[in-house]
C-alpha cells in the first residue's frame, strides 16, 4: 500500500463479523467464513480506531503519540495489519482489495 492510503476510512465489516473486546483484546469472527481472530493489544486499539470516520493517517497519528513510536515503523505496521484485515473481510476500506487469505487453522493471533 502507497501512501496514498493515509486519506482512506476503514471501517468494520458490520454486516458479516462479530467483535467484542475481551481483557483489553478484541476478538473478531468472521461469520461467513466461520474465523475466529485474536487480536494484540496494539491491534485492538487500532481495531477501536478503525470507525470509517478516521482516516488511516489520523490512526497513523493517534499510534504514535500514544506508543511514542516512530511515524515509518507505525505506517508500516499499520498498513499491513489494515491489509490484513481486509484480507480477511473484518475491515473494509476503499482502495484496499480483499485478496481471500486461507489459513490452515480457523483460529488466528494477529500482531
Known sequence: ?????????????????????????????NLEEKTFNILNPVA?????????????????KVLCREFD?????????????????VGKGLLICSGITRKKTRSRSKANELF
Open 1 to 29: 500500500m502507497k501512501s496514498s492510503m493515509s486519506g482512506k476510512r476503514p471501517r468494520k465489516n458490520e454486516t458479516a463479523i462479530a467483535w467484542r473486546i475481551m481483557d483489553g483484546q478484541a476478538v473478531a469472527i
Open 44 to 60: 485492538t486499539r487500532i481495531w477501536r480506531l478503525t470507525d470509517g470516520k478516521k482516516t488511516i493517517g489520523d490512526i497513523i
Open 69 to 85: 513510536a516512530e511515524a515509518d515503523i507505525v505506517k508500516n505496521d499499520c498498513l499491513q495489519f489494515l491489509g490484513q484485515m
